[in-house]
Nanobody, 116 residues
């Protein structure tokens, strides 16, 4: 099993920045990709960004050029740097990890609110 703990959410003004972190523990050596989804009130959960252990990062079109996903393998942590935030980025952000064997795991979510 894998445990994921997110941090870094909060309230920020439009145009501001936040950095989310997601630390993995447990069977983290079995992870082949990690990433982020988000869910706004009344909407379905949507893909934000992903970073595989090997390969290229991937972004939703709505965040490309504003968000950057990165990873620190030594710390088993993935980050989401969010710049030029907009009100429509307001959502609960969920970290996930895909395992080679054993399916996927999710964090508890962290709230990001973009408002003046």
């Amino acid at each position: 099993q894998v445990q994921l703990v997110e941090s870094g959410g909060g309230l920020v003004q439009p145009g501001g920045s936040l950095r989310l972190s997601c630390a993995a523990s447990g069977s983290s050596s079995n992870i082949y990709a990690m990433g982020w989804y988000r869910q706004a009130p009344g909407k379905q959960r949507e893909f934000v960004a992903a970073i595989p252990i090997r390969g290229n990062t991937n972004y939703a079109s709505s965040v490309k050029g504003r968000f950057t996903i990165s990873g620190d393998n030594a710390k088993n942590t993935v980050y989401l740097q969010m710049n030029s935030l907009k009100s429509e980025d307001t959502a609960v952000y969920y970290c996930y990890a895909d395992l080679v064997v054993g399916g996927s795991y999710w964090g508890q979510g962290t709230q990001v609110t973009v408002s003046s």
